[in-house]
């Protein structure tokens, strides 16, 4: 019996619910595409990552149906998105240096070289 009230409190929306949802999401677009229009930085990276992030946990939530899911779903999701921010942490102070203790990235020091290269060309009268 409660199984059967809980299934009818998580029925599925008509049309016109995700229609809010999408215009939900068109809005937090326009916001996204305005904020770096304004010049700050902080509000760049606020509008860039806070709404993107919003945006994927509307989709996420409403689209694929999470928010009826049960709770054990959104903690998988959220100990995937750890594991993934984990690895970046882990491997980001090697991959994004040209050089290693024990290895070089020739490609991005040729672009390092190119850069400087057209930079001072560029300053000279």
């Not at 149906?65 to 984990?86: A, D, F, G, R, S």
Request: proline share 3%.
């Amino acid at each position: 019996m409660a199984e059967h009230a809980h299934k009818d409190e998580h029925e599925h929306h008509g049309p016109k619910f995700y229609v809010k949802i999408w215009a939900l999401l068109l809005l937090l677009l326009v916001v996204s595409i305005i904020g770096p229009m304004l010049g700050h930085r902080l509000l760049t990276l606020i509008t860039a990552f806070g709404i993107a992030i919003v945006k994927a946990l509307i989709v996420a939530a409403f689209f694929m149906h999470l928010n009826v899911e049960k709770k054990y779903i959104w903690y998988m999701l959220y100990t995937m998105l750890l594991m993934v921010c984990m690895f970046f942490l882990g491997t980001a102070s090697d991959v994004m240096k040209p050089s290693g203790n024990n290895w070089t990235n020739e490609a991005a020091h040729r672009l390092i070289e190119q850069h400087k290269g057209s930079t001072s060309e560029g300053h000279h009268p």
